[in-house]
């Protein structure tokens, strides 16, 4: 009977811990669609801006003209780190896939920049900020609040102080690290370069060839259009680390019910088959029990 009793414990147990990840799965599901439409709606426009800010960058360089945005020559000395993770857990690999790129950064590009105290790190979520801390790395600041807020006028604060630190030279070069949305069960690990401006378009060689007319002219056109195109960028990056978050939420959600479901199985077939043992067991004690009398 103890087997039993063990074994109740265990699938009421396990019954509970069910209806708490099912309910989590529907709050990230409802959660997912929100984001997942502000990501949607916004990406077109980000990615056509960021096009032409290319396109305008590409020209300016043609005409050997000032650009405080550009790479800098020499290299980057200063380099800051913008890690995008979750402020709570439960969301699979999310938040360890980009600590483990973060890690790859440090040891592959910027081990002179560790070694010098040059490298800074921006964590955005809870998750990548006690990593950091444990690391005893070199954190900037934090801004784990954000995600309560999530909207451009609160994202364009902390996206313009950003842009300020690169143009004050503070820091020669700006990445942001984070899972890019896909779909509810796939999210891309991307490390993007926020600051320098690039000169070329993700996933193409060639130059692109604009033949816009500027007005009122080229030179004040990029200058109020790249720190709107950065605005925006990092707006995007963070919407779709959101999105991204209750995605892979959702779906480690999804497997652990669905885990737990078959282990309640499990645990049901056990204890029937333990039930059965003990009335069989006590039928065969009435019975020799019965037959010892009769002797």
């Given at each position: 009977m103890a087997n039993l009793k063990a074994i109740r414990v265990r699938l009421s147990s396990v019954k509970s811990t069910r209806q708490i990840t099912s309910a989590m799965k529907m709050v990230a599901a409802s959660r997912l669609r929100k984001a997942q439409d502000r990501i949607v709606q916004l990406r077109p426009y980000a990615d056509k801006l960021n096009e032409i800010l290319i396109g305008l960058n590409q020209a300016l360089n043609e005409t050997e003209t000032e650009n405080i945005y550009a790479a800098r020559k020499g290299g980057p000395n200063r380099v800051?780190?913008?890690?995008?993770?979750?402020?709570?857990?439960?969301?699979?690999?999310?938040?360890?896939?980009?600590?483990?790129?973060?890690?790859?950064?440090?040891?592959?590009?910027?081990?002179?920049?560790?070694?010098?105290?040059?490298?800074?790190?921006?964590?955005?979520?809870?998750?990548?900020?006690?990593?950091?801390?444990?690391?005893?790395?070199?954190?900037?600041?934090?801004?784990?609040?954000?995600?309560?807020?999530?909207?451009?006028?609160?994202?364009?604060?902390?996206?313009?102080?950003?842009?300020?630190?690169?143009l004050t030279k503070e820091f020669d070069r700006v990445?942001?690290?984070?899972?890019?949305?896909?779909?509810?069960?796939?999210?891309?690990?991307?490390?993007?370069?926020?600051?320098?401006?690039?000169?070329?378009?993700?996933?193409k060689t060639e130059a692109l060839h604009s033949d816009y007319i500027y007005e009122p002219d080229q030179v004040r056109i990029v200058e109020e259009l790249i720190p709107k195109s950065l605005r925006i960028q990092f707006y995007k990056a963070l919407l779709d680390s959101f999105a991204a978050e209750h995605g892979a939420r959702m779906t480690a959600m999804?497997?652990?019910?669905?885990?737990?479901?078959?282990?309640?199985?499990?645990?049901?077939?056990?204890?029937?088959?333990?039930?059965?043992a003990a009335i069989t067991n006590q039928l065969l004690e009435v019975v020799s029990g019965a037959e010892a009398l009769k002797g």
């Amino acid at each position: 009977m103890a087997n039993l009793k063990a074994i109740r414990v265990r699938l009421s147990s396990v019954k509970s811990t069910r209806q708490i990840t099912s309910a989590m799965k529907m709050v990230a599901a409802s959660r997912l669609r929100k984001a997942q439409d502000r990501i949607v709606q916004l990406r077109p426009y980000a990615d056509k801006l960021n096009e032409i800010l290319i396109g305008l960058n590409q020209a300016l360089n043609e005409t050997e003209t000032e650009n405080i945005y550009a790479a800098r020559k020499g290299g980057p000395n200063r380099v800051l780190l913008i890690l995008l993770t979750s402020n709570k857990g439960l969301c699979g690999g999310f938040n360890a896939n980009v600590i483990r790129e973060t890690r790859r950064l440090i040891t592959d590009k910027y081990m002179e920049q560790i070694r010098g105290g040059n490298l800074f790190f921006m964590p955005i979520g809870k998750k990548g900020q006690d990593v950091l801390r444990r690391m005893k790395l070199n954190i900037l600041e934090e801004h784990n609040e954000i995600y309560s807020n999530l909207t451009f006028e609160n994202t364009k604060v902390l996206s313009d102080r950003i842009i300020n630190m690169y143009l004050t030279k503070e820091f020669d070069r700006v990445e942001i690290i984070y899972n890019q949305f896909k779909n509810a069960a796939v999210q891309r690990l991307t490390t993007e370069v926020f600051l320098p401006v690039s000169d070329h378009v993700p996933g193409k060689t060639e130059a692109l060839h604009s033949d816009y007319i500027y007005e009122p002219d080229q030179v004040r056109i990029v200058e109020e259009l790249i720190p709107k195109s950065l605005r925006i960028q990092f707006y995007k990056a963070l919407l779709d680390s959101f999105a991204a978050e209750h995605g892979a939420r959702m779906t480690a959600m999804h497997q652990a019910t669905d885990n737990a479901t078959e282990l309640i199985r499990d645990l049901t077939l056990q204890y029937n088959k333990a039930r059965q043992a003990a009335i069989t067991n006590q039928l065969l004690e009435v019975v020799s029990g019965a037959e010892a009398l009769k002797g």
